[in-house]
């Protein structure tokens, strides 16, 4: 369980790293490459592939977050799963406060899904 965790853990800090819109120190070193126009078209065509990896490890990701939180609400009874749902919309809503007011780290991203609201 552990093991699972860590790596939906990790799966999950690349994946939103792929969609924050930031592009990285990799233009600015390829940059001081003098790459030929033959090396930056492939170049190009390496990265458009690893961001299309990562949009499916994404989406493995939110398959995975559903299955759990569906097998955690399983577990829960209709007065824990109504607080649960509760928490975690209260938790969001804290986040998106932060980020609004410039006190999250982690500001830029804007993949948060809300949909577990609607269960």
């Not at 829960?76 to 607080?83: F, S």
């Not at 980020?99 to 899904?113: A, E, V």
Request: net charge positive; charged share 35%; aromatic share 4%.
């Amino acid at each position: 369980m552990k093991r699972t965790l860590l790596i939906g853990l990790l799966l999950t800090s690349v994946s939103a790293f792929a969609f924050m819109g930031h592009p990285g120190p990799t233009p600015m070193i390829l940059d001081e490459l003098d790459l030929t126009p033959a090396q930056a078209k492939e170049i190009k065509a390496i990265q458009k592939a690893s961001r299309n990896e990562h949009i499916k490890i994404s989406d493995q990701m939110d398959d995975l977050r559903d299955a759990t939180r569906q097998k955690m609400l399983s577990v829960l009874t209709d007065e824990q799963k109504t607080k649960f749902k509760a928490l975690r919309k209260e938790m969001r809503n804290e986040m998106r406060d932060k980020r609004r007011n410039g006190d999250c780290d982690r500001g830029t991203m804007t993949r948060m899904k809300p949909q577990y609201d609607k269960r």
